[in-house]
Every structure is written in structure tokens, then in C-alpha cells.
């Protein structure tokens, strides 16, 4: 299906457990980005990437690791899970600057127990 | 730094009747402004954007805003509210890096609630 996908929709991790959250793009959109929602903070960037094997922080970036080996795909994963990371998480995609707007997945709920 | 500010977490209004979501901008030129509406369990939809030009923007789902850069404002309306219109919606303004790469800030988000 053609847009933007994140795997899982809903995941339960125990705290000191590696996640991986997964988000693929059909588009080939240049740039990708993850955000965390959080109630009264709404989103907060977490890292961004500008195109393959580019990537760089954003607001909230301690404790997550990202990588960007292709264009369409752009994982997030927590090193080593901590309650505080308890969020939806949502991954979104523009093509190549934000004036165009992001494009955004359905998200996935993370809880971290 | 670019920010935005909503100032009602959430409000209620009667289905039928008109609307108005606030969103404050800091920033020093001509911004980047957008709103965005998510339904609960969805991911985030764009409604409208402002870049320049007319400072009244239609948007989908009969949404429009307006940019007012005397009052740092581009809030949201709709004449007439329908049920399915309850949702969150986040206000964002685009924020320039310093390597020239433009990434959006939102807003906190207010809740709008549809009474019958």
C-alpha cells in the first residue's frame, strides 16, 4: 500500500529491554522524522533524517538510536527501554522541505513497564 | 526561537455551531504557519498552510484561517461544527536550522469536544 507505515501499532516492553519501532514510506521522500506525544507537551522531534545515512537530533534524542540505511525506511530504537519513553510515537515523511508538510503515520503506542 | 502556542487545552462546542482555535506564533519574519487535526488513534492530517499571499486560507473539511501578523495569530475556524469534527488539533510553525533545513514546531494542541 502506497504512504507511510509504523510496525507495531501497539507494543508492551519491559524496562531495560531493546525496541525497535519500524516505519516505511512508499513516496521517497527525502526526509523522515520521528516525534513522541506526550500529553501537554504535544509532539516533540526526536531525531530527523535528510536523506539516506543522514540523520540528526532533534529536541529529545537521549536514549534513541536511528539509522537510515534506505530511502524508505527509517527505525527508531530504544537502547535500553525506561518508563519515561512510555508515548506514542509517530514517524513522518516530507519531500524535501517542510514548507510542503509532513506527512504522518498512524503512530504506535509504546509502554514501557 | 520559533514557537507556538495554543491556549486552550480543550473546548466544547454545540454541533452547528462555529469555531475558532487559537495559535500564537513567535518568530521573526514572515513564518511558516500550519494546522493540523488528529482523530483519536489516527496519525496527524493537514488541514491548511499559510506561506504568503492572501492572508485567509481555505483548508479541507471547510476549515479556513487567517494570518493576522499584527496580533501573531493564525487561528482556526470553521462556520459550522459537525460531530465528526471532535478531535485534537495542533497548530505548527516551521523552524529554520542552522543547516537550512526548516523542521516544524508544534504546538501543545487543543481538544475540541462536539456536544449534540
Keep these: ?113 | 526561537a520559533q514557537s507556538v502556542t495554543q491556549p486552550d487545552i480543550h473546548i466544547t462546542v454545540s454541533e452547528g455551531a462555529s469555531l475558532e482555535l487559537r495559535c500564537n506564533y513567535s518568530y521573526g519574519a514572515t513564518p511558516y504557519l500550519f494546522w493540523y487535526v488528529q482523530s483519536p488513534g489516527q496519525g496527524l492530517q493537514l488541514l491548511l498552510k499559510y506561506f504568503s499571499g492572501d492572508t485567509l486560507v481555505q483548508g479541507i473539511k471547510g476549515f479556513e484561517a487567517e494570518f493576522k501578523r499584527s496580533q501573531s495569530s493564525f487561528n482556526l475556524r470553521k462556520p459550522s461544527v459537525h460531530w465528526s469534527d471532535a478531535a485534537e488539533y495542533f497548530c505548527a510553525v516551521a523552524r529554520l536550522m542552522n543547516t537550512g533545513f526548516q523542521k516544524l514546531v508544534f504546538g501543545t494542541g487543543t481538544r475540541l469536544l462536539v456536544s449534540p
Design chain 1, 1 to 113: 500500500d502506497a504512504g507511510i507505515t509504523q510496525s507495531p501499532r501497539y507494543k508492551i516492553t519491559e524496562t531495560g529491554r531493546q525496541v525497535t519501532l519500524m516505519c516505511h514510506q512508499t513516496w521517497s521522500h527525502s526526509y523522515m522524522f520521528w516525534y513522541r506525544q506526550d500529553l501537554g507537551h504535544g509532539l516533540r522531534l526526536i531525531y530527523y533524517s535528510a536523506a539516506a545515512d543522514i540523520t540528526d537530533k532533534g529536541e529529545v534524542p537521549d536514549g534513541y538510536v536511528v539509522s537510515r540505511s534506505k530511502t524508505e525506511n527509517f527505525p527508531l530504537t530504544l537502547e535500553s527501554a525506561t518508563r519515561s519513553q512510555t508515548s506514542v510515537y509517530f514517524c513522518a515523511s516530507s519531500e524535501s522541505d517542510s514548507i510542503y508538510g509532513y506527512t504522518f503515520g498512524s503512530g504506535t503506542r509504546l509502554t514501557v513497564v
